[in-house]
């Protein structure tokens, strides 16, 4: 029933604006533009702007300019226009030829004045905004400042509304089609732990974020790791001047955050600074029933289990950013960023045992009390010099350092009983688990322009990497004395160092054709120490991993592309380490230090194309993989990663976007893959499935000058062993702005219509030659409505002089 859901709430939202903007439409346009100092690039505040009829030169709107520069225009009927622009101290500018037309509706001129020291320069652009999705060949571009969510949320939030991302209850998003999926911000990794990267995530301010791009076929500059990237721009710089910012959010499911901010620019120099905090409470809820079968196929037992837990974290994120130009030919980047976490939760398990009779035979009672903190501190710098003799060639050094530590505590009380209600057993068990991750990269980049059409590039970079991860485990029981737990105690140490290096060759062609070549030469270095285990040192290890791409623009309306490239999932410190986890003494887990990399060769086939109103991308994909490395249950209470074989994926991805009169625009994207495993282990027997995943989201101006955005999510995923079903998600808001967009508030609902179901089930052979069959489902009560109000003050005044002269300006603008 929930499938259908996803589309009848869709198409009645459809409807319901498609009627609200069909009595609305009329054959009208809007011009809105900045104006600046052409020689400082500052703002120009208080400036005169006058549009006439292109025929005409009787005014037929005045505007002076807003603090921050800017000015608007609207409902001007479809026609030529120009626009004329003077202030005291700069040569007066006409802009021509402005078409408003049905292909151009929104049109935005930004214009640099002229002081009246110097040569006459005509420099004006004139484009249309940006939509909040972009398609490419490679890459889906998600422009946060177009979105309703710019304000007051955070990375998580917008992750959950980009097409093909889909952000699992653990905070971790994936690439829809893609096995690994990595995270980069600023075109660096970012995800050297996963509870790290979930942090921050949760914690980064959307004020920060630029724009996010989903890159399917990463270029060689990319660490090969990983299938896909999803890479998070952060903003460079603000308007000259002071500009700063507060907001705060608050939800129904008691969650909140804020965040302030402030920036000063110059000529040169732009500084900076950022402050976030939240708090996220979470309620889960989960059911699970397996079927237990021996080596003849007969059932031998059943099991049910229902769990809940509770948890409430407070994160804490601080940034600060330099953006220095040292000449016009350097530039210096620097920034730092430090996260906080704390959290604290509690679970309870009732664990019930039946035999073949369906005959209760135990009750297990399991209450547990966890405490986690941790920190991460990451420091960035980057050098860019550019040639003066030869324009286009480039040369640039990179340097990050990570570190991060987390304590987590766990506090276990289990109680044993039979059918009668009679306590056979109890133990308490404490575990502390301290892990430290820090890392140190180093990259040098050049790039030429060999000539009009072609550019080379070369580059290497260095990742010297450590983690350590010690558990120490206590128990205590009716039987034995409080001692040590030596299967689950372990220190564990773990070192990884890359050495790459990489070329890549652009070539495009009068004819619009676009060639892209590279490859990446990458020398691993591993090895890792126990205590409770054999120390390994794999020996180390050399790939090349090409890429290329070709691309053909045609009449300036279609693109055809076709790409390959070669990538890698290494196995990690969390899949490599053996460390036992039997929180769940029905689901053990452990790590697997036997583990060998995976290789994964994806080729795309991509089209393009638009129209005045609309366009519509398609993909297709088809990826090999051997060794795959995926969570695998290996006996009927254990689970740990396999290299389980070869898998083979086909998918299919649809996107597109269709503008419904002026303001409104619908964006679609469906992605259907067809996944295959095949193995020689008896851990494993041929399998394959569908995956599915359709995103829709609608986006636009609504009547008294409201923002809204709404997107619903559907998704169904195919694994080696089952599969996860019929998960619904939705996400609504609407943004309205006053004094002069200083203000902006925003209501916002997450899956208004049910909170957040997902169903697992599977039905696997085990090396034991018997086999089991288990249904899972998982219940997170994510219905939560929120409210946001944020502030912007931008203070970028050039002189004082322009305050004595405001009533002139304001009279001859208003004449």
Same mark, same amino acid.
Not at 210 to 222: G, H, L, M
């Given at each position: 029933?929930?499938?259908?859901?996803?589309?009848?709430?869709?198409?009645?939202?459809?409807?319901?604006?498609?009627?609200?903007?069909?009595?609305?439409?009329?054959?009208?346009?809007?011009?809105?533009?900045?104006?600046?100092?052409?020689?400082?690039?500052?703002?120009?505040?208080?400036?005169?702007?006058?549009?006439?009829?292109?025929?005409?030169?009787?005014?037929?709107?005045?505007?002076?300019?807003?603090?921050?520069?800017?000015?608007?225009?609207?409902?001007?009927?479809?026609?030529?226009?120009?626009?004329?622009?003077?202030?005291?101290?700069?040569?007066?500018?006409?802009?021509?030829?402005?078409?408003?037309?049905?292909?151009?509706?929104?049109?935005?001129?930004?214009?640099?004045?002229?002081?009246?020291?110097?040569?006459?320069?005509?420099?004006?652009?004139?484009?249309?905004?940006?939509?909040?999705?972009?398609?490419?060949?490679?890459?889906?571009?998600?422009?946060?400042?177009?979105?309703?969510?710019?304000?007051?949320?955070?990375?998580?939030?917008?992750?959950?509304?980009?097409?093909?991302?889909?952000?699992?209850?653990?905070?971790?998003?994936?690439?829809?089609?893609?096995?690994?999926?990595?995270?980069?911000?600023?075109?660096?990794?970012?995800?050297?732990?996963?509870?790290?990267?979930?942090?921050?995530?949760?914690?980064?301010?959307?004020?920060?974020?630029?724009?996010?791009?989903?890159?399917?076929?990463?270029?060689?500059?990319?660490?090969?790791?990983?299938?896909?990237?999803?890479?998070?721009?952060?903003?460079?710089?603000?308007?000259?001047?002071?500009?700063?910012?507060?907001?705060?959010?608050?939800?129904?499911?008691?969650?909140?955050?804020?965040?302030?901010?402030?920036?000063?620019?110059?000529?040169?120099?732009?500084?900076?600074?950022?402050?976030?905090?939240?708090?996220?409470?979470?309620?889960?809820?989960?059911?699970?029933?397996?079927?237990?079968?021996?080596?003849?196929?007969?059932?031998?037992?059943?099991?049910?289990?229902?769990?809940?837990?509770?948890?409430?974290?407070?994160?804490?994120?601080?940034?600060?950013?330099?953006?220095?130009?040292?000449?016009?030919?350097?530039?210096?980047?620097?920034?730092?960023?430090?996260?906080?976490?704390?959290?604290?939760?509690?679970?309870?398990?009732?664990?019930?045992?039946?035999?073949?009779?369906?005959?209760?035979?135990?009750?297990?009672?399991?209450?547990?009390?966890?405490?986690?903190?941790?920190?991460?501190?990451?420091?960035?710098?980057?050098?860019?010099?550019?040639?003066?003799?030869?324009?286009?060639?480039?040369?640039?050094?990179?340097?990050?350092?990570?570190?991060?530590?987390?304590?987590?505590?766990?506090?276990?009380?289990?109680?044993?009983?039979?059918?009668?209600?009679?306590?056979?057993?109890?133990?308490?068990?404490?575990?502390?688990?301290?892990?430290?991750?820090?890392?140190?990269?180093?990259?040098?980049?050049?790039?030429?322009?060999?000539?009009?059409?072609?550019?080379?590039?070369?580059?290497?970079?260095?990742?010297?990497?450590?983690?350590?991860?010690?558990?120490?485990?206590?128990?205590?029981?009716?039987?034995?004395?409080?001692?040590?737990?030596?299967?689950?105690?372990?220190?564990?140490?773990?070192?990884?160092?890359?050495?790459?290096?990489?070329?890549?060759?652009?070539?495009?062609?009068?004819?619009?054709?676009?060639?892209?070549?590279?490859?990446?030469?990458?020398?691993?270095?591993?090895?890792?120490?126990?205590?409770?285990?054999? %120390?390994? *040192?794999?020996?180390? #290890?050399? !790939? =090349?991993?090409? @890429?290329?791409?070709?691309?053909? /623009?045609?009449?300036?309306? &279609?693109?055809?592309?076709?790409?390959?490239?070669?990538?890698?999932?290494?196995?990690?410190?969390?899949?490599?380490?053996?460390?036992?986890?039997?929180?769940?003494?029905?689901?053990?887990?452990?790590?697997?230090?036997?583990?060998?990399?995976?290789?994964?060769?994806?080729?795309?086939?991509?089209?393009?194309?638009?129209?005045?109103?609309?366009?519509?991308?398609?993909?297709?994909?088809?990826?090999?993989?051997?060794?795959?490395?995926?969570?695998?249950?290996? %006996?009927? *209470?254990?689970?740990? #990663?396999? !290299? =389980?074989?070869? @898998?083979?994926?086909?998918?299919? /991805?649809?996107?597109?976007? &269709?503008?419904?009169?002026?303001?409104?625009?619908?964006?679609?994207?469906?992605?259907?893959?067809?996944?295959?495993?095949?193995?020689?282990?008896?851990?494993?027997?041929?399998?394959?499935?569908?995956?599915?995943?359709?995103?829709?989201?609608?986006?636009?101006?609504?009547?008294?000058?409201?923002?809204?955005?709404?997107?619903?999510?559907?998704?169904?995923?195919?694994?080696?062993?089952?599969?996860?079903?019929?998960?619904?998600?939705?996400?609504?808001?609407?943004?309205?702005?006053?004094?002069?967009?200083?203000?902006?508030?925003?209501?916002?609902?997450?899956?208004?219509?049910?909170?957040?179901?997902?169903?697992?089930?599977?039905?696997?052979?085990?090396?034991?030659?018997?086999?089991?069959?288990?249904?899972?489902?998982?219940?997170?009560?994510?219905?939560?409505?929120?409210?946001?109000?944020?502030?912007?003050?931008?203070?970028?005044?050039?002189?004082?002089?322009?305050?004595?002269?405001?009533?002139?300006?304001?009279?001859?603008?208003?004449?």
């Amino acid at each position: 029933m929930k499938k259908y859901v996803f589309f009848i709430v869709f198409f009645l939202l459809f409807a319901i604006v498609l009627f609200a903007t069909g009595q609305t439409v009329k054959e009208t346009g809007n011009v809105n533009g900045v104006v600046k100092d052409e020689a400082t690039g500052e703002i120009i505040d208080f400036a005169g702007v006058s549009i006439y009829k292109t025929e005409t030169e009787n005014a037929l709107k005045n505007f002076m300019t807003d603090p921050e520069g800017k000015f608007s225009f609207n409902d001007l009927p479809f026609g030529s226009y120009k626009i004329k622009v003077s202030f005291m101290g700069y040569q007066a500018k006409t802009v021509e030829d402005i078409v408003i037309n049905a292909n151009d509706q929104d049109i935005k001129v930004d214009i640099k004045l002229t002081p009246n020291s110097a040569t006459v320069l005509e420099e004006v652009v004139v484009k249309a905004s940006k939509p909040v999705v972009e398609f490419g060949a490679d890459t889906i571009t998600f422009n946060v400042d177009q979105s309703v969510y710019a304000q007051g949320s955070t990375a998580t939030d917008l992750l959950k509304t980009v097409p093909m991302v889909t952000v699992d209850p653990d905070g971790k998003p994936s690439i829809a089609g893609k096995v690994n999926t990595r995270v980069f911000i600023d075109g660096k990794p970012s995800d050297y732990t996963s509870e790290t990267l979930a942090d921050l995530l949760t914690v980064l301010p959307s004020e920060a974020i630029q724009k996010i791009e989903v890159i399917t076929n990463p270029e060689a500059r990319y660490s090969a790791d990983g299938d896909g990237i999803i890479n998070i721009v952060l903003k460079k710089g603000y308007s000259l001047g002071l500009s700063s910012g507060l907001s705060y959010t608050l939800g129904t499911l008691g969650d909140y955050n804020g965040t302030a901010y402030s920036a000063f620019s110059n000529k040169k120099i732009t500084v900076n600074g950022s402050y976030s905090f939240k708090h996220a409470p979470t309620v889960n809820g989960s059911d699970l029933a397996r079927t237990n079968y021996n080596s003849s196929s007969s059932i031998s037992s059943y099991m049910n289990q229902n769990g809940s837990s509770k948890n409430e974290t407070d994160s804490h994120n601080a940034r600060a950013s330099l953006n220095w130009d040292i000449t016009p030919l350097q530039n210096l980047r620097t920034s730092v960023n430090y996260n906080t976490n704390n959290g604290n939760g509690s679970s309870l398990l009732d664990d019930y045992r039946f035999n073949a009779s369906q005959v209760q035979t135990q009750f297990i009672d399991q209450n547990i009390l966890t405490n986690n903190s941790g920190n991460s501190f990451t420091f960035n710098a980057d050098y860019t010099l550019r040639f003066k003799r030869r324009k286009g060639q480039s040369l640039s050094a990179g340097l990050t350092f990570f570190d991060n530590g987390t304590l987590r505590d766990r506090d276990l009380s289990r109680e044993y009983f039979k059918t009668n209600d009679v306590k056979t057993n109890e133990n308490r068990q404490y575990r502390s688990n301290d892990i430290g991750t820090n890392r140190l990269d180093f990259n040098l980049d050049y790039s030429r322009n060999l000539n009009k059409f072609a550019t080379l590039s070369l580059g290497s970079q260095v990742s010297l990497g450590n983690n350590s991860n010690n558990q120490f485990v206590t128990g205590y029981d009716f039987v034995n004395s409080l001692d040590t737990i030596s299967r689950l105690t372990n220190e564990f140490g773990y070192r990884e160092n890359i050495y790459a290096f990489y070329g890549s060759y652009r070539l495009r062609t009068k004819s619009r054709w676009t060639f892209r070549t590279g490859i990446r030469s990458e020398i691993t270095d591993v090895n890792f120490t126990q205590s409770a285990f054999p %120390s390994m *040192d794999p020996k180390p #290890y050399h !790939n =090349l991993f090409p @890429n290329i791409s070709i691309n053909k /623009s045609y009449k300036k309306k &279609y693109n055809f592309g076709l790409s390959y490239s070669m990538r890698i999932t290494r196995p990690r410190e969390n899949a490599l380490n053996p460390l036992v986890d039997d929180t769940n003494q029905s689901n053990v887990s452990f790590g697997n230090p036997n583990l060998k990399p995976s290789y994964i060769n994806q080729f795309q086939l991509s089209f393009g194309t638009a129209g005045a109103k609309w366009s519509f991308t398609p993909r297709l994909n088809y990826t090999t993989t051997d060794k795959i490395i995926e969570r695998f249950r290996v %006996s009927t *209470d254990s689970v740990t #990663y396999e !290299n =389980l074989g070869k @898998n083979q994926a086909l998918t299919l /991805s649809l996107f597109g976007n &269709y503008r419904l009169g002026k303001s409104i625009t619908l964006t679609g994207g469906y992605t259907i893959s067809r996944r295959s495993y095949q193995s020689k282990s008896t851990l494993q027997i041929p399998s394959s499935g569908y995956s599915q995943r359709g995103n829709m989201t609608i986006s636009g101006q609504v009547p008294y000058s409201i923002t809204l955005e709404g997107q619903l999510n559907y998704y169904t995923n195919a694994l080696a062993q089952g599969r996860n079903s019929g998960s619904l998600t939705t996400n609504f808001g609407f943004r309205k702005m006053f004094l002069k967009n200083k203000v902006s508030a925003r209501l916002s609902v997450e899956d208004p219509f049910a909170n957040r179901s997902f169903f697992e089930s599977s039905d696997v052979l085990t090396n034991s030659g018997g086999s089991y069959h288990q249904e899972r489902n998982f219940l997170s009560k994510s219905k939560n409505y929120t409210f946001s109000i944020g502030y912007r003050f931008i203070n970028n005044k050039k002189q004082k002089a322009k305050e004595d002269v405001k009533k002139v300006l304001t009279k001859e603008a208003t004449k």
